[in-house]
């Protein structure tokens, strides 16, 4: 599916799809922005070997093949899915609400694509950086923004 995705908000909202490596859990999603953030937090890093360029989701998020979706709570307040089969990420989750952050990779379809936000700004380590100027987080921003 190619999906036109504008520069900063869609006028209207877009469905996206994407699937695991395998193929036994796909997934739709509904968004009205093009935005990615970036998370740096050591388990983000621990957990997919770089970084987390993920795309949030407050609703709307319809996964096929749940059955084949493990979850590892990872803190208290959230909960990551990876497919049973083939080991894909598939989300981070907030326990709460159901807020949903799925890698940025997951979805098929578009490039336009932009990175906007870098959280744990103060855990990324001095090995890589990246060049678009977004707004950055630190740990202690990121918590008492949203009251974790």
């Known amino acids: 599916m190619e999906a036109q995705l504008k520069e900063t908000k869609m006028a209207s909202t877009t469905q996206l799809q994407g699937a695991c490596l395998c193929g ?5 999603v509904t968004t009205n922005s093009n935005h990615v ?4 937090c050591s388990m983000c890093r621990k957990w997919g070997g770089g970084p987390m ?3 949030e989701f407050a609703g709307d998020v319809d996964f096929k093949g ?3 979706i493990s979850t590892f709570s990872s803190s208290e307040w959230a909960e990551r899915g990876f497919c049973q089969q083939c080991g894909t990420h598939l989300f981070y989750r907030l326990k709460q609400d159901g807020h949903y952050a799925l890698p940025v990779g997951l979805l098929d379809g578009s490039d336009d694509w932009q990175i906007t936000e870098q959280i744990f700004i103060d855990q990324k380590p001095r090995y890589y950086s990246l060049a ?3 707004k950055q987080l630190t740990g202690e921003e ?3 923004q949203y009251g974790e």
């Open 142 to 144: 990121v918590f008492a």
């Open 66 to 68: 749940a059955e084949h």
């Open 37 to 40: 953030g970036v998370c740096h």
């Open 132 to 134: 678009e100027k977004t």
């Open 53 to 55: 360029f993920a795309v």
């Open 24 to 28: 036994m859990v796909s997934v739709t």
